[in-house]
T-cell receptor
Framework: ETGVTQSPTHLIKTRGQQVTLRCSSQSGHNTVSWYQQALGQGPQFIFQ???????GRGNFPPRFSGLQFPNYSSELNVNALELDDSALYLCASRPGLAEETQYFGPGTRLLVL | EDQVTQSPEALRLQEGESSSLNCSYTVSGLRGLFWYRQDPGKGPEFLFTLYSAGEEKEKERLKATLTKKESFLHITAPKPEDSATYLCAVQDTGFQKLVFGTGTRLLVSP
């Protein structure tokens, strides 16, 4: 069984640019959440998607947006990048809203210069 | 607002020296408390889910326990490969997000 995968593993952007990060959920998992983890901190919840609909959002501005596709893979888009957006971006999936445990991917390391 | 505080921030042990990590939490209604292990630059790896006070779960050298205010992760006779950051998170009954602590960085020396 394939776990959660994310791409790319690393990328470097400059302030003001836009970025798209991708996540393939674990097989059979229809719920995907995105988290931002700054260096030395715990992950912070960005938003969650369930069956292609946004199902909850954390304290992040609208320039953070997402999508979920019919195969339950997901994208995180960030517009107008700021230096503070530099972080590890984590995707987590679970079989459904009734299941509590979330399984994380390896993350994408974003550096904004 | 849900909050999670982990202590100590960092812990250095000798191989075989048992110890415990603490996770204190406040949540309006607990749906689950989670422990994850995270290696540098990688995603968190799931360890345990605890649902109610008094519950305990074990996996190899790790044992997690839960009370109404805190959780402990006991590490018995640790090995160098147990070196990692251990993250605690809670999920409340009203919302589905995980709220994480800042983690405990564990270093086990041979």
């Amino acid at each position: 069984e394939t776990g959660v995968t994310q791409s790319p593993t690393h990328l470097i952007k400059t302030r003001g640019q836009q970025v798209t990060l991708r996540c393939s959920s674990q097989s059979g998992h229809n719920t995907v959440s995105w988290y931002q983890q700054a260096l030395g901190q715990g992950p912070q919840f960005i938003f969650q998607y369930y069956r292609e609909e946004e199902n909850g959002r954390g304290n992040f501005p609208p320039r953070f947006s997402g999508l979920q596709f019919p195969n339950y893979s997901s994208e995180l888009n960030v517009n107008a990048l700021e230096l503070d957006d530099s972080a590890l971006y984590l995707c987590a999936s679970r079989p459904g809203l009734a299941e509590e445990t979330q399984y994380f991917g390896p993350g994408t390391r974003l550096l904004v210069l | 607002e849900d909050q999670v505080t982990q202590s100590p921030e960092a812990l250095r042990l000798q191989e075989g020296e048992s110890s415990s990590l603490n996770c204190s939490y406040t949540v309006s209604g607990l749906r689950g408390l989670f422990w994850y292990r995270q290696d540098p630059g990688k995603g968190p790896e799931f360890l345990f889910t605890l649902y109610s006070a008094g519950e305990e779960k074990e996996k190899e050298r790790l044992k997690a326990t839960l009370t109404k205010k805190e959780s402990f992760l006991h590490i018995t006779a640790p090995k160098p490969e147990d070196s990692a950051t251990y993250l605690c998170a809670v999920q409340d009954t009203g919302f589905q997000k995980l709220v994480f602590g800042t983690g405990t960085r564990l270093l086990v020396s041979p």
